[in-house]
């Protein structure tokens, strides 16, 4: 009962939709590790558990540069290799993914043959504070109808003050989002409240 108080708390606090489901996680890179199985999953029909990654194409996933090392890690853990995790340049002054680079990667890897599984766009990547059009990558995400979490560790907190939201406008598409309280709302170590849009 408290979990789902403090859950819902934060995600109204953030502006998320109320669509959202949330669960505290140890983490932002147990969160990013959970979105990434489920773009595997989703990429290979619910299956990829079951009958492995042998014999299937290669999965692709997609970010910047910018992103937390958890996305490389959650690559490993999964299965999908760091082959075949594709940086996409950045632009702009907030480094953001660029969305026509990103269309045109997956758009060519379609083409030879490889299986997009996934984007995985940030606001407030730990180097440098970059973020992601989402609303852009989301746009991108449908096209291809591929699986898109937010990684908003670092930032996400900051959502709280509605004048900083629009540096994750159109987060209310994406299929997940994590931040950490723990971060900059003073609450105790360790709290990830990671978002689903669909349960």
């Known amino acids: 009962e408290m979990e789902t108080r403090m859950i819902d708390w934060l995600r109204q606090s953030v502006g998320l939709p109320k669509g959202f489901s949330g669960v505290i996680q140890d983490s932002a890179s147990s969160a990013t590790l959970a979105a990434v199985l489920t773009m595997r999953e989703k990429a290979l029909n619910w299956q990829g558990n079951q009958q492995g990654l042998a014999g299937q194409p290669p999965l692709r996933v997609y970010c910047s540069a910018e992103v937390h090392t958890s996305v490389d890690r959650a690559i490993w853990v999964a299965g999908i290799g760091q082959d075949n995790l594709v940086r996409i340049p950045t632009t702009g002054p907030t480094r953001a993914m660029d969305p026509a680079a990103l269309d045109a990667a997956i758009t060519a890897d379609i083409a030879a043959g ?86």
């Open 114 to 199: 490889l299986t997009p599984a996934g984007i995985i766009a940030c606001t407030g990547g730990p180097g440098t504070g970059a973020c992601d059009d989402i609303a852009a990558t989301c746009d991108v995400a449908e096209k291809h109808g591929l699986y898109l979490p937010v990684d908003a560790a670092w930032a996400g907190a900051a959502m709280i003050c509605p004048e900083f939201r629009t540096l994750w406008h159109g987060v209310g598409r994406a299929d997940s989002v994590v931040f950490n309280p723990h971060k900059w709302l003073g609450i105790q170590f360790d709290c990830s409240a990671h978002f689903v849009r669909n349960p």
